[in-house]
């Protein structure tokens, strides 16, 4: 009889990277509902409802950040925060045509950071290298007994 596959543990930066990003999002959307006024603020005015959509957003970044430590959410909770930082974009993007917050270059050079959010937010919607040997490990074999070919 042989022995179950280990799944060897993650790397400890691996672990810590994880759990700051999902950090980042429960503290974030956290923050839309404490302080809801500094979010409305840089709605664009084109959107309606700016409170609702401040209140919507900021339970989103909260399921997606406690999404991800969850491990059989942790793909579509990433694929709804990579959708979400593409979404929050234009509020970004008031914020700096605006100058609301802060100062003009502090606006502007964030803007660009979005980028790697969307990308660490990617790593997380690809397939752990255990959830593909488990998938491979449930596809039968070619030269399984009773399979033709």
């Given at each position: ?12 930066f ?31 005015p ?8 401040v ?25 709804g ?5 593409v ?5 970004n993007?008031?914020m ?32 752990d290298?255990?959830?593909?040997r ?10 399984a ?5």
């Amino acid at each position: 009889m042989s022995q179950p596959r280990r799944v060897q543990p993650k790397h400890p930066f691996h672990v810590v990277a994880l759990a700051l990003f999902a950090m980042l999002f429960v503290a974030g959307g956290i923050a839309h509902f404490v302080i809801p006024q500094e979010y409305v603020r840089i709605v664009p005015p084109q959107l309606p409802w700016p409170r609702a959509l401040v209140y919507v957003s900021g339970a989103c970044e909260v399921l997606g950040g406690l999404g991800l430590l969850y491990r059989p959410v942790r793909r579509a909770a990433a694929w709804g925060l990579v959708v979400l930082l593409v979404a929050v974009f234009p509020a970004n993007l008031h914020m700096a045509l605006a100058g609301i917050g802060a100062p003009g270059w502090v606006l502007w050079a964030r803007l660009p950071l979005q980028v790697p959010l969307i990308g660490w937010a990617w790593v997380y919607t690809r397939k752990d290298k255990s959830e593909t040997r488990k998938d491979k490990s449930q596809q039968p074999r070619k030269d399984a007994p009773g399979r033709k070919g």
